[in-house]
């Protein structure tokens, strides 16, 4: 008997599948569906865990404990969803074969699923089976008259469950709600997120670039966590006043419940509130804002915070413009930095490593051990797909 746990369930379902394939050669359309599930497998990790590949979708798994935060799960599905778009595009544009699977791989799509609640484990050859009536509820959602009834084609599908969950109760006015009906389970409400606005704000949108030619000072630091877990911390208030060194810290200006570009971490030092504007927000990879000297506002510098994925975890790099602003002020800082600064500022770093390091380990709770999946087994499960789409046909 498995024991029970509390989790979210995470499947990335890619579609149009079943008509791509009716019109296309199998041994290329075995290549296009290894590599969009080699993609989705790249972007699935901790604390998401894969239970198994099934067919041309990604069943993956995380438990209540050492979850994401909502708006970081949100923004990993985002991302995914954007690489996979990315991965469709380059594909179409890379393409010289005049062959029909080659022709015809911008029809597929893809749609997320996303539900709480308990489940068992257990061991099946080479990978995790989940078992238990929300397991079974999120399968069934897998049949649904969303893109009937709405037209959205791409999309994050989200239970209520998964919606209290995750605290994002004040995201679901930018989704659409949805009921679906099925028998021995009644009417279920979901929460819908059309992917295709998301495919556009981030192909047309503008990056904000850090002045590359105007570093002023950088410090790097190496913490043993995915760079996801990092992110999730580096966003929170309570754990980035420790990167800061502030007294405490609070977000304001949120964008539709996130944050976002234009929103602010305002910084408590003492009496004084320093303000932290951001100015760009490239979630999992870097953050840019525009700070201001704690004893002297008018002077101001660009900050980026960037994370790259190392041997063990990750290395967060914070890059410091040459601060702008009146002659006196520059001049102070500049004073005061290689006296004061530079070795508080460092000191805040590692502090800021070790607490968020203590804290998931302590939060933790069970340990998964997560079964590599294979390029081999990516390949067979493309190959049972074409065969269980071609004997349907």
Known sequence: MSKTL????????ITGYTRYLSESELEHAQDTLTALLQLLVENTGPPLVISR??????????????????????EKIEVTYVAFRKTIERLVLNNTCRCNACANISNLDLKFFIHFGTF???????????????VNLIHRLLKNSVTQETGIQAYSLFTEAAIRQLGVEELVEEMTAHAETYEHLGEVTVWVQDMQPVWEKRRSGVAVIFPTNNIWWQKEVDISMPPEQVWDYLIQPEFRNTLIGTDGMEVTNRSDGRIAPGSIYQCYHGDMLVPQTILEWQPFESMITKELFPMYHVVSWIAEYRLDSIEG?????TKYSKPTGPFFGRTLLRLLFPLLFRRITMGHFEAFAQRIEDDYRTRSGEVISEAEVTGEQIRQAAGASLQASSGSQ
């Open 6 to 13: 509390e989790g979210f369930f995470l499947i990335a379902d």
């Open 53 to 74: 590949l099934a067919g041309d979708a990604v069943i993956s798994y995380g438990l209540r404990e050492n979850f994401f935060q909502g708006q970081t799960l949100i």
């Open 120 to 134: 068992g484990i257990q061991r099946i050859s080479d990978h995790d089976e989940l078992v238990g009536s929300d």
């Open 313 to 317: 975890g990750t290395r967060l790099t």
